[in-house]
T-cell receptor, first 114, second 112 residues
Framework: AQSVTQLGSHVSVSEGALVLLRCNYS??????LFWYVQYPNQGLQLLLK??????LVKGINGFEAEFKKSETSFHLTKPSAHMSDAAEYFC????????????FGAGTRLFVKA | KAGVTQTPRYLIKTRGQQVTLSCSPI?????VSWYQQTPGQGLQFLFE???????NKGNFPGRFSGRQFSNSRSEMNVSTLELGDSALYLC???????????FGPGTRLTVL
């Protein structure tokens, strides 16, 4: 069975500081891993995805994530936080064998202090 | 291409009523999935349709049902609404044999 664990329901950083959002996954097969961002009253926007081509994945808005199989992790980072990064972030694992099914983590709300 | 659209965006119903939500996928996408998002349970998978057939189903009661039309548009129906059905319902579409789903803005359902 697949599962996703996001460590920390809330993360607060100062503007300009490093952003690190943690995600660990469990999957019996090579996973497709995703990070999504959700702004208030909006749907999910794809930030980046891992599909086994490269372990370091670059996404939109300066975010990147590194897939570490030995640690079963897919942490999201951004070198310098911006006020506009304040949102909720979801890590997800997708299975596409005979149909899509995505399992989401509980989400991490990112606060950015001026 | 236009993105995934969902209608209506907001809906208020009372307990015991039924509701139908609509989702139009990105042009060319034949897979449509539905998710329920609540503060307590987070994002949970409801079901997925492909070519008018349900391929996957999550752990929701039979009051939750869906269908897909020949143009890939999908509807989700919830009968005998309960207070706990208040949630943001998200629809996502994807192309076959890809790994990426694209999400719509959601329908906010409030049950009073």
């Amino acid at each position: 069975a697949q599962s996703v664990t996001q460590l920390g329901s809330h993360v607060s950083v100062s503007e300009g500081a490093l952003v690190l959002l943690r995600c660990n996954y469990s999957s019996s097969v090579p996973p497709y891993l995703f990070w999504y961002v959700q702004y208030p009253n909006q749907g999910l926007q794809l930030l980046l995805k891992y599909t086994s081509a490269a372990t370091l994945v670059k996404g939109i808005n300066g975010f990147e994530a590194e897939f570490k199989k030995s640690e079963t992790s897919f942490h999201l980072t951004k070198p310098s936080a911006h006020m506009s990064d304040a949102a909720e972030y979801f890590c997800a694992v997708t299975r596409n064998t005979g149909g899509f099914k995505t399992i989401f983590g509980a989400g991490t709300r990112l606060f950015v202090k001026a | 291409k236009a993105g995934v659209t969902q209608t209506p965006r907001y809906l208020i119903k009372t307990r015991g009523q039924q509701v139908t939500l609509s989702c139009s996928p990105i042009s060319g996408h034949r897979s449509v999935s539905w998710y329920q998002q609540t503060p307590g349970q987070g994002l949970q998978f409801l079901f997925e349709y492909f070519s008018e057939t349900q391929r996957n189903k999550g752990n929701f009661p039979g009051r939750f049902s869906g269908r897909q039309f020949s143009n890939s548009r999908s509807e989700m129906n919830v009968s005998t609404l309960e207070l706990g059905d208040s949630a943001l319902y998200l629809c996502a579409s994807s192309e076959e044999r890809t790994d990426t789903q694209y999400f719509g803005p959601g329908t906010r359902l409030t049950v009073l």
